[in-house]
């Protein structure tokens, strides 16, 4: 056998003795190779779609090679691994972001251009995968590029969800959602492991017995499901090392149930356990609101029991002794979403791996970090305790243990604080008794940590104030970063290119702190040239993207104000439209002599609002009321115009950043965990209009109060304000602009009534619009005199890039692993 061995290696060898070959012609070879035989189409005769498929699979050839390289070696040094487990992971187009990452984007490019296309064009055919909301899904996608990078051992797991976040499509500026078929014409970044499965359980009764003298508790479910695995390879930027992102799908189980077939109804059997694979059909598309619906359970419990399981047979693979799990394996939540696995852990090494509590919880304490990302207790996850009890009655169980003995413990140190305990408590009584996720996590968890310093900060002085005195040493701070490869490399390539030049050396790609030297440079008049040249070609081609969207012409010399995120109150894209309201308000009132002095402006709003938050939808149909108002008066001309850029996604933010003068972070102080899209366009050297929220404090910090609009409010002087609103009176212009909606100078006056009625109804605006509004105005006033000097503006526009370092998701990463997850590197050598 062992001669037998070695000669079915030998021949292996001979078959593949060297990796995929990486210049021109082999490319094209493994394209047309993918045209004929993957493809199915003539080498002679295809279309770009067919191009960018065959692009795609040879890219992923050399992924896949990189990926098992990667994965064996790891498995050979078998270190203590992070496994990032979250919801969401909203990662874009991949095609690109894989030829730059892995180092062969030009050859490409040639190779492509020799065939007669052009990679440009072959990118746009590429579907977003979003597989996420907004901040927390892109943090996530950013994350995982930066541990590629930095070569840790790391997988993140998730959902495979066959519509992804809801297309936005505009009609009569109303919202209306469209399902995301971003499967229909096939993923070539995936790989289906039709033998990695695992049953995942649900419902039935939980039955109690005797074993070895001690009570055992058996689940019998009533369900079951099948999870399948599809791996999705994520490159790092020059390293060997290529992670894995693995989603699960939902596939009727096999086994399970299999007498159902016998009754008779075979048809009806069948057409039943179709149901099962719903689970992983569709992404909630609300991020900041919760409604404890069950399918939502159900989607969190699968993918995170999947998770384990797989977790711990690749764990055994190479340890024998479950209580060395805590050596090799971190656990990492994305929010509270995957805190069922925290349970579910406690019931596996307890119910299936036969230990005692007290050592399960050892472990399971041990293993497990948490990450909260948002400030508002309304947000924060709770399940009723039936729909708990009843989907997974075994966890619930568990819960209650949990609860019993934390309690037991906290009266030992607090007495009979009863407050004290009710606010503590796992369980939130009341009419509806209902689980607390966030506190089920910060009981059970080694960590916890805010996504910004303020976060931090009103963390542990409001939002889990108790927990902070009881576990100070719990509380951690990790400021989001983005990662510069994919916002500013590969989507500005052409200020990349001024960076490298300067800087002499394309080093930041990999250390974004490098930036800093840029300002060596900022007077220099030949820098300042090259920076506003490129900033020009990138509003260029956001302005033919404009005008083929709205047909709206815009001139590239007026400014580009862009606020692009989810529409929610506290993000206040209201404010913003009752400022450019104002400002149209004030042209039309003067002379034409004072209208040369306007500094022209091009408005851009964009991002979807959560189908069932009718406020948010309104504030969507305000935009397109006003732009089609203002864009249409001759008075108005090109010195203001109001454009709504539909279905903003990865790609759309690709586009726009990149080309935006200034943009707005302009939520209510206190209220924005962090917001990451300040950082991606600060990088870029666009400037920022903000208040002092989230990552904001920080930016300003780096880039200089001078580089920055800052207005509003603080975050101490909310609450007092927020008590105070029945008394005041907002001011005159802001009653004006109110009122120009209300009187229908944009029309739908009815339908803009209870839009108008958040900001000044007796004792509303709750975010505060009218207590900001005139340093908001104040603030504008100052863009558009610091953009009216040229060069004042390229210096901030430096600036503003140079003290980006920070932000970059490497950064963020570095920070937890070494003060969350203690993991070191694992660089696979070449
Ligand atoms: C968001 C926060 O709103 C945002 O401020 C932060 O930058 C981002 O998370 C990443 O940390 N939160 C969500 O998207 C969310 O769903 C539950 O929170």
């Excluded at 993918?34 to 960018?52: G, I, L, N, P, Q």
């Excluded at 090392?241 to 693995?246: A, D, P, Q």
Aim: with cysteine; net charge neutral; glycine share 6%.
């Amino acid at each position: 056998p062992a001669a037998e061995q070695k000669g079915r290696t030998d021949l292996l060898f001979k078959l593949m003795n060297q990796y995929l070959k990486n210049d021109v012609f082999s490319i094209q070879k493994s394209i047309v190779n993918h045209v004929e035989y993957t493809v199915a189409r003539s080498r002679f005769k295809f279309d770009d779609f067919e191009a960018y498929q065959a692009t795609s699979y040879s890219v992923r050839d050399r992924l896949i090679e990189s990926w098992n390289d990667t994965q064996l070696f790891f498995k050979d040094k078998d270190p203590k691994r992070i496994y990032f487990l979250s919801m969401e992971f909203l990662m874009g187009r991949s095609l690109l972001n894989s030829i730059y990452n892995l180092g062969i984007k030009d050859t490409y490019a040639e190779a492509l251009r020799q065939l007669g296309f052009d990679l440009e064009v072959l990118v746009e055919q590429e579907r977003d995968a979003a597989l996420g909301n907004g901040g927390l899904g892109r943090l996530a996608a950013c994350f995982l590029d930066s541990l590629a990078t930095l070569d840790y051992p790391a997988w993140g797991y998730g959902l495979r969800y066959e519509y992804g976040l809801f297309k936005q499509v505009i009609k009569d500026g109303f919202q209306h959602e469209r399902p995301d078929y971003w499967l229909n014409f096939g993923n070539p970044w995936e790989i289906e492991r039709v033998h990695i499965t695992y049953p995942v359980k649900f419902y039935g009764k939980v039955e109690e017995t005797m074993r070895d003298g001690r009570k055992h508790f058996e689940w019998i479910p009533s369900e079951m499901v099948e999870a399948v695995a599809y791996d999705n390879p994520i490159p790092g930027f020059d390293t060997n090392n290529t992670i894995n992102l693995r989603l699960w799908a939902a596939k009727p189980s096999s086994e399970f149930n299999i007498q159902s077939y016998d009754t008779g109804d075979y048809v009806n059997a069948i057409l039943n356990k179709q149901h099962a694979e719903t689970i992983s059909s569709v992404l909630y598309p609300d991020d900041r609101t919760y409604q404890g619906k069950e399918l939502r359970l159900k989607q969190q419990h699968f993918f995170v029991s999947a998770s384990l399981q797989d977790i711990i047979r690749r764990f055994k693979d190479r340890n024998d002794n479950i209580n060395d799990l805590v050596n090799k394996v971190a656990l990492q939540i994305n929010d509270t979403h995957p805190t069922i696995g925290v349970v579910e852990l406690m019931r596996t090494l307890i119910d299936d791996e036969g230990l005692d509590w007290k050592t399960a919880w050892g472990i399971t304490t041990k293993v497990f970090t948490f990450t909260n990302h948002s400030v508002v207790p309304e947000v924060l996850e709770k399940w009723p305790v039936e729909i708990l009890g009843n989907v997974l009655p075994r966890h619930l169980q568990i819960i209650y243990d949990i609860n019993f003995l934390f309690l037991e413990d906290l009266k030992k140190k607090y007495g009979n604080d009863y407050d004290r305990l009710a606010r503590m408590s796992i369980i939130e009584e009341g009419e509806k008794k209902s689980v607390r996720m966030a506190t089920l996590a910060l009981v059970t968890c080694q960590t916890v940590n805010g996504v910004s310093e303020i976060h931090t900060d009103l963390m542990k002085s409001m939002l889990f104030k108790d927990f902070y005195e009881l576990w100070p040493h719990k509380f951690q701070n990790k400021t989001n970063g983005v990662t510069q490869r994919r916002w500013l490399a590969f989507s500005n390539p052409g200020l990349g290119d001024i960076i490298t030049k300067w800087l002499e050396t394309d080093a930041w790609m990999k250390n974004l702190d490098l930036l800093s030297d840029l300002r060596k440079y900022v007077d220099d008049p030949h820098l300042q040239e090259e920076w506003l040249r490129v900033r020009r070609q990138n509003k260029s081609r956001l302005a033919t993207y404009i005008e083929m969207i709205s047909g709206v012409k815009v001139s590239i010399d007026a400014l580009f104000d862009v606020q692009v995120k989810r529409i929610h109150e506290y993000k206040r894209q209201f404010l913003n439209i009752l400022s450019i309201i104002h400002r149209y308000d004030c042209i039309k009132n003067i002379s034409p002599e004072e209208r040369k002095k306007v500094v022209p402006r091009v408005c851009i709003i964009g991002g979807k609002a959560a189908p069932g938050y009718e406020i948010a939808k309104k504030i969507i149909k305000l935009v397109h009321a006003v732009g089609e108002k203002l864009n249409n008066d001759p008075d108005i001309g090109h010195l203001l115009k109001l454009v709504f850029v539909p279905d903003y996604n990865v790609s759309v933010a690709e586009l726009v950043i990149p080309a935006s003068d200034l943009s707005q972070h302009i939520s209510t102080a206190g209220n924005e965990a962090s917001g990451t899209g300040s950082m991606k366009f600060a990088m870029n050297g666009c400037l920022i209009l903000g208040t002092m929220d989230g990552a904001n404090i920080e930016i300003r910090e780096e880039i200089g109060h001078e580089n920055m609009f800052i207005f509003g409010a603080r975050a101490n002087e909310v609450p007092k304000l927020r008590a105070q609103r029945k008394e005041f009176q907002p001011p005159r212009e802001f009653r004006r602009v109110v009122g120009m909606i209300r009187n229908g100078v944009f029309g739908h006056q009815e339908h803009f009534q209870a839009l108008c009625d958040t900001v000044d109804g007796q004792g509303e605006d709750l975010y505060l619009l009218g207590n900001d509004f005139l340093s908001y105005l104040e603030a504008q006033e100052a863009v558009d005199k610091a953009f009216a000097d040229r060069n004042r503006w390229a210096k901030m526009s430096i600036l503003s890039t140079a003290g980006s370092g920070k932000f970059s998701s490497d950064r963020t990463m570095k920070e937890y692993a070494e003060q969350s997850w203690d993991i070191q590197t694992c660089k696979r050598p070449l």
